[in-house]
């Protein structure tokens, strides 16, 4: 008789996985936070935005308007926006994404200033990482989508929520 051994596969570090996936290894700082992580609990740490704050709904109004000027614009973006039960739209004009929803999040008392911003392609994917800050502690969020800006969103709307935490 034969008997096969049942041989679990140690689970992934994180960053060997991003780096195979990747081709680099996470940004300095998180790296040193998810040096004996699994992939699995890095993600549940800081790639999921669990708290009262999400976005709906994300667009840039005004992407037909022709550019009239040299240099950076502003542009128009508009979000629908969940604090708690409170869903409300909000508008602002930024210079992109980033600037938009932060500026968003500022309007309903939410700080989340912008220490680091890494973005990383890798196939269909791209991921996010950023730390934020709120005036009194900084954290480290990953947001992960096929497009660079919802993985943008993604990592502030979860920066936000682990600072709120």
Same mark, same amino acid.
């Given at each position: 008789?034969?008997?096969?051994?049942?041989?679990?596969?140690?689970?992934? %570090?994180?960053?060997?996985?991003?780096? *195979?996936?990747?081709?680099?290894?996470?940004?300095?700082?998180?790296?040193?936070?998810? /040096?004996?992580?699994?992939?699995? =609990? &890095?993600?549940?740490?800081?790639?999921?935005?669990?708290?009262?704050?999400?976005?709906?709904?994300? =667009?840039?109004?005004?992407?037909?308007?022709?550019?009239?000027? @040299?240099?950076? +614009?502003?542009?128009?973006? +508009?979000?629908?926006?969940?604090?708690? *039960?409170?869903? =409300?739209?909000?508008?602002?004009?930024?210079?992109?994404? %980033?600037?938009? !929803?932060?500026?968003? !999040?500022?309007?309903?008392? @939410?700080?989340?200033?912008? !220490?680091? &911003?890494? +973005?990383?392609?890798?196939?269909?994917?791209?991921?996010? &990482?950023?730390?934020?800050?709120?005036?009194?502690?900084? /954290?480290?969020?990953?947001?992960?989508?096929? *497009?660079?800006? +919802?993985?943008?969103?993604?990592?502030?709307?979860?920066?936000?929520?682990?600072?709120?935490?």
């Amino acid at each position: 008789m034969t008997t096969l051994s049942h041989h679990t596969p140690r689970p992934c %570090v994180a960053n060997a996985w991003f780096g *195979d996936h990747f081709g680099a290894s996470l940004p300095r700082g998180l790296r040193e936070q998810a /040096e004996s992580m699994s992939w699995e =609990s &890095f993600v549940a740490a800081y790639g999921h935005s669990a708290g009262p704050l999400r976005l709906g709904h994300w =667009s840039c109004t005004d992407t037909e308007r022709p550019a009239t000027r @040299i240099g950076p +614009q502003a542009r128009n973006f +508009q979000a629908v926006i969940a604090v708690g *039960d409170h869903i =409300s739209t909000s508008t602002a004009a930024a210079s992109g994404p %980033v600037a938009a !929803l932060t500026a968003m !999040l500022h309007e309903r008392g @939410i700080t989340v200033e912008m !220490l680091n &911003f890494h +973005q990383m392609r890798s196939g269909e994917h791209t991921a996010t &990482f950023v730390r934020g800050s709120d005036g009194i502690r900084a /954290e480290w969020a990953m947001g992960w989508a096929g *497009d660079p800006t +919802q993985s943008a969103l993604r990592a502030i709307i979860a920066c936000a929520n682990r600072l709120l935490a």
